[in-house]
């Protein structure tokens, strides 16, 4: 059974930088698609970006363009996503998510983490 582990979430203030790990068990991790998706209180999980099985392709969110870094290291079974210029519209929980596409929907994810915390402050 894949089991796949956020860490990294935190509290920082607006402008500031988080980077989050997603670290995944088994074997087959470098033949998926990886994602992050977050989820803000009260609203529905949203799609954040996806990196492809080798790492050549990305794809991210219209709002986070530019500011998101998806990668992975398939070496270490982890992906992460390095989150710069933040905002307070960014705090949600962050989950990571193992796909067959390289897509922003959710049902084509198949694996789920159990989510980390992010809070950026005003």
């Known amino acids: 059974q ?3 582990v956020e860490s990294g979430g935190g509290w920082v203030q607006a402008g500031g930088s988080l980077r989050l790990s997603c670290a995944a ?3 087959t991790f470098s033949s998926y698609v990886m994602g992050w998706f977050r989820q803000a209180p009260g609203k529905e999980r949203e ?3 996806a990196i492809s099985w080798s790492g050549d392709s990305t794809y991210y969110v219209d709002s986070v363009k530019g ?3 998806i990668s992975r290291d398939n070496a270490k ?3 992460y996503l390095q989150m710069n210029s933040l905002k307070p519209e960014d705090t949600a929980v962050y989950y990571c998510a193992r796909g ?3 897509t922003k929907r959710a049902t084509s994810y198949d694996r789920w983490g159990q989510g980390t915390q992010v809070t950026v402050s005003p």
């Open 25 to 27: 068990s088994g074997r």
């Open 100 to 102: 067959l596409l390289l």
């Open 77 to 79: 079974n982890t992906v």
């Open 67 to 69: 500011r998101f870094t």
């Open 2 to 4: 894949v089991q796949l």
């Open 47 to 49: 799609f954040v970006a």
